[in-house]
């Protein structure tokens, strides 16, 4: 854990107004809206950075180099940010998230002497830099780690995993008309009767391509991935697809839909 990991804060405000349209029903919009800061994420604590430093030198931070072996307290920190550690996975409160949002919602009870409707509608749109500490593998939060170690915030700012822009919601209740005075034998069994139902449709779950396997195996120019953290605590790469004619990269890869 970081040194100073502490409990997220969600701030969160709506304003809306509602109308009685009739005696049995009413109309309410609102606005709704939330700000996340402290929240948890995980990060690779102590990149590798000796191969990226050695071929790439400007992609490194100032300040950071690769641990020389003289320095390392423990084997496992040549070539990585902190010679104190080796393989490293951390929790901090580095993530930050905000939602906003139109709800829209129509209700009415007894409609016609019959009928209960619910009905609601909601756009809105998430954005964060990570939206959980552990990976989904599919839809939602893909990978819960950044690309860059070095860049954990601006650069994996995106739509959200949680990002559901598009839903509608309708429940019913709708008591059938005969027989509602349920006399005699036939009043009995065929009055009384309801059906119900509900129905939601919503807009598909984003997701983050990664490119699989391939960079989780040291190359012969320079461990650019730091193979060894992910073999560790990934499983899988986090490395976004190249640019190419239909490609993606950073953080335009967090933003595709199922």
């Known amino acids: 854990m970081s040194p ?9 405000y709506s304003l809306g107004f509602e109308r009685e349209l009739t005696k049995n029903s009413a109309l309410e919009m609102r606005y709704a809206g939330n700000r ?9 604590g102590n990149p590798d950075v000796a191969g990226l430093q050695a071929a790439f030198p400007n992609l490194i931070p ?4 690769a641990c020389p072996a003289a320095n390392a307290v423990v084997s496992a920190a040549i070539g990585r940010e ?6 490293t996975r951390t929790r901090n409160n580095g993530g930050y998230s905000s939602y ?9 009870n007894n409609l016609f002497k019959q009928l209960t409707i619910k009905t609601a509608y909601t756009w809105a749109k998430t954005l964060d830099n990570v939206s959980e500490i552990f990976n989904t593998l599919g839809g939602g939060n893909t990978t819960a780690w950044a690309q860059n170690p070095f860049n954990t915030t601006s650069a994996e700012h995106s739509f959200s ?5 598009h839903q509608w919601t309708i429940l019913f209740t709708e008591e059938l008309p005969f027989f509602k005075e349920q006399r005699g034998v036939v009043g009995h069994a065929l009055g009384g009767w309801a059906f119900s139902g509900n129905y939601i449709l919503a807009s598909g779950q984003r997701y983050t391509p990664i490119q699989g396997f391939e960079p ?7 461990n650019y991935y730091d193979s060894n953290w992910t073999n560790t605590f ?21 933003d595709l839909r199922f």
């Open 4 to 12: 100073n990991f502490g409990p997220d804060k969600v701030h969160s």
């Open 36 to 44: 996340g800061t402290n929240l948890f994420q995980s990060v690779n």
């Open 62 to 65: 100032a300040g950071i180099t």
């Open 82 to 87: 902190n010679c104190n550690m080796g393989i």
């Open 100 to 108: 906003n949002a139109l709800q829209t919602e129509f209700r009415a």
């Open 161 to 165: 995993g949680l990002d559901i822009p």
């Open 216 to 222: 989780a195996i040291a190359t012969a120019a320079g």
């Open 234 to 254: 990934v499983g899988f790469d986090v490395a976004r697809p190249f640019p190419g004619e239909h490609g993606c990269s950073g953080k335009q890869c967090r």
